[in-house]
């Protein structure tokens, strides 16, 4: 795909050009907005890296006379003078993205990949590229799963509400067993507390009234797989006594049964509470901690991964569009920038409860972005603040120069010579400089 680079800074632009080269991007890059107009009637680029700050016009007007001849082709900008109101307008005026400088080019390029707008030449895609996501942060909560390869047997996961600790698990349970293995996945907070001992050990026939036949557990529903024990931070003191014989043995022993049964079973416990918080106000077993903390994977919340936004939401309408052929969806860019502007408290369980919605009741087959807007948690809006008015340099120094003067003199009692003296200068350079500086 071809990247249009606009950037005067030489540095920052040759820097920048051979990078994305070097990534298997076509970049293009031009000094100036002129140069970019120019190129406009015979070149198509796929995507526009600018600068907010150009020599002959500046980078929000030169998307605003560009953005018809290339519709729908997003732009990204960078600047060493921005603010939040600046990214917020450029932003509602329909940009991708914005960053500042120092520039991290290496978000930058993932940025570009989540976006979709080009891809690297060269080889095919990898199939055992990050299934997680495109962040950084999920690239090495993927790579600490290969690692892990089959040398574990249980492993805690933590992190908010709805921010992927299952799909983790499911990962971890593909890299190791695969798909044909048993993965039994059971939330220990929305079982009554009555119930959870029988679902999870099983029981025998008669072992209490209404047990009219034998029930075999969650655990050994999981035999030869994996069990995954979310919100495990909810359950009752009780019951954790008996996890943790079940994790030191693998044998479990079901409700109303003498006969121990031995298992095969990969454990994966989650959960949204600080559990060392939990063990230090007695509310969970500090020894059940311990058995469980051997391997911690913590997901982050979306807000602090917004390379993923986009890369799920995606994924969440390709899901929409096989489950429902008849009626295909697509994200497009003013439905993408609704997503990106949006902070996501209830994480990716709430993006594709959003993206959902969304397929659900557009009248056409690009998302309604104002289906795809959570009004609660929208950033709002903002006017653009003007950009810092630059002193010129010798104006900054001669103010700095007059003031320093000014203070050795004060500090001096205004006597020539001493000040003189400490500034290291002699006394007639010094009524020299008084004078230019305008010191009485």
């Known amino acids: 795909m071809n990247i249009c680079l606009i950037e005067d800074d030489p540095i920052m632009g040759e820097t920048l050009a051979e990078r994305l080269t ?11 907005g002129a140069a970019a107009e120019a190129l406009a009637a015979t070149d198509s680029f796929d995507a526009f890296v600018s600068d907010v ?3 002959d016009v500046s980078g929000p007007a030169l998307f605003a006379k560009l953005r018809p001849v290339f519709p729908g082709k997003p732009w990204i900008f960078i600047t060493g003078y921005g603010t939040a109101a600046q990214r917020e307008a450029l932003l509602d005026a329909g940009a991708a993205d914005f960053f500042t400088k120092p520039l991290d080019i290496e978000r930058l390029i993932r940025r570009l990949r989540s976006l979709g707008t080009a ?32 040398h574990w047997d249980t492993v805690l996961i933590t992190g908010e509400s709805g921010a992927g600790k299952e799909e983790l698990a499911r990962c971890l349970h ?45 655990f050994e529903q999981a035999h030869g797989g994996t069990l995954f024990l979310d919100e495990i931070g909810d359950m009752p003191q009780a019951l954790q006594a008996r996890l943790l014989r079940v994790l030191q043995d693998r044998t479990i022993t079901r409700l109303g049964g003498e006969q121990p049964i031995k298992l095969a079973v990969r454990v994966i416990v989650a959960t949204h509470k600080r559990l060392n918080d939990e063990v230090r106000v007695g509310r969970f077993r500090e020894d059940l901690y311990y058995r469980i903390h051997v391997v911690h994977l913590h997901v982050p919340p979306l807000r602090q991964r917004p390379e993923d936004v986009l890369w799920l939401a995606h994924r969440f309408v390709a899901e929409w569009n096989r489950a429902h052929p008849d009626t295909p969806r697509e994200l497009g860019p003013e439905g993408e920038r609704v997503l990106m502007r949006q902070r996501w408290p209830g994480n990716v369980r709430e993006l594709r409860n959003t993206i959902e919605r ?3 009741f557009s009248a056409q087959r690009t ?67 008084m004078k230019r500086l305008g010191i009485q």
């Open 22 to 32: 070097l990534e298997g991007f076509a970049c293009r890059w031009l000094r100036n």
């Open 358 to 360: 969304a397929c659900l």
């Open 174 to 218: 593909r890299s190791t067993l695969g798909d044909a293995a048993p993965f039994v996945a059971v939330n220990a907070a929305s079982l009554p507390e009555s119930l959870i001992e029988a679902e999870l050990f099983g029981y025998e026939r008669g072992a209490f009234t209404g047990a009219q036949r034998m029930h075999r557990g969650k």
């Open 53 to 55: 700050r150009l020599p």
């Open 367 to 433: 998302l309604d972005s104002a289906l795809l807007a959570n009004e609660d948690v929208l950033l709002p809006a903002a006017v653009p603040e003007p950009e810092p008015r630059l002193q010129r340099l010798e104006q900054f120094l001669r103010e700095q120069e007059r003031s320093y003067i000014q203070r050795a003199l004060a500090h001096h009692g205004w006597q020539i010579g001493q000040t003189a003296e400490a500034l290291g200068i002699s006394r007639k350079n010094l009524w020299e400089r």
């Open 119 to 150: 891809q690297p030449a060269g080889p095919a895609p990898d199939p055992n590229a990050c299934p997680l996501g495109v962040s950084a942060e999920m690239k090495r909560l993927y790579a600490t799963v290969l690692r892990l390869g089959v």
